[in-house]
T-cell receptor, first 114, second 113 residues
Framework: DGGITQSPKYLFRKEGQNVTLSCEQNLNHDAMYWYRQDPGQGLRLIYYSQIVNDFQKGDIAEGYSVSREKKESFPLTVTSAQKNPTAFYLC????WGRGANVLTFGAGSRLTVL | DAKTTQPPSMDCAEGRAANLPCNHSTISGNEYVYWYRQIHSQGPQYIIHGLKNNETNEMASLIITEDRKSSTLILPHATLRDTAVYYCIVRVGNNNAGNMLTFGGGTRLMVKP
């Protein structure tokens, strides 16, 4: 079945460590996105990518980095510069073009900083 | 983008229709209305979208008022598994800055036996 796979589902990190969250899609979607969700809140956009080797900052990019070397993959690195990294991280993808845009989401990765 | 307003929470009896309202009074002519839902600790799930006309699919119906300033998502026969947070979002299509959907607080729907 086509979809988005995020890993790991749960991750614990010590302060000062960088961690990388994986996101892979087999939907042949051009665009991919990373969102952050804090408890009881909506989703906030971290980064997005419309095409391979190109990505743009979202609303809360500070302390995060991404790469898009393959169409299928869009990993997110949470760096030690991110002051409050404990959150639920969601990856999504979509087609890129005219008309309505429907996002397909992964199951999420929950990061806890100890 | 048009801002949306949703009630923070609603209850619905199992088997009854759940009608979730959304106000988007500043919507522009080329903005779509999308609905997603998020079951606890899972990724959001797309439900339905529309531009001007009412829409129906296997999950729900979307009723958009003639002036497009509000809409209602209808789950015709709510089940316990429909308990979730429902997000109403408006956004233009074909945006060069990215088709970024902004998820606000949503409506927490509780379906009760």
């Amino acid at each position: 079945d086509g979809g988005i796979t995020q890993s790991p589902k749960y991750l614990f990190r010590k302060e000062g460590q960088n961690v990388t969250l994986s996101c892979e899609q087999n939907l042949n979607h051009d665009a991919m996105y990373w969102y952050r969700q804090d408890p009881g809140q909506g989703l906030r956009l971290i980064y997005y990518s419309q095409i391979v080797n190109d990505f743009q900052k979202g609303d809360i990019a500070e302390g995060y980095s991404v790469s898009r070397e393959k169409k299928e993959s869009f990993p997110l690195t949470v760096t030690s510069a991110q002051k409050n990294p404990t959150a639920f991280y969601l990856c999504a993808s979509s087609i890129w073009g005219r008309g309505a845009n429907v996002l397909t989401f992964g199951a999420g990765s929950r990061l806890t900083v100890l | 983008d048009a801002k949306t307003t949703q009630p923070p929470s609603m209850d619905c009896a199992e088997g009854r229709a759940a009608n979730l309202p959304c106000n988007h009074s500043t919507i522009s002519g080329n903005e779509y209305v999308y609905w997603y839902r998020q079951i606890h600790s899972q990724g959001p799930q797309y439900i339905i979208h529309g531009l001007k006309n009412n829409e129906t699919n296997e999950m729900a119906s979307l009723i958009i008022t003639e002036d497009r300033k509000s809409s209602t998502l209808i789950l015709p026969h709510a089940t316990l598994r429909d308990t979730a947070v429902y997000y109403c979002i408006v956004r233009v299509g074909n945006n060069n800055a990215g088709n970024m959907l902004t998820f606000g607080g949503g409506t927490r729907l509780m379906v009760k036996p």
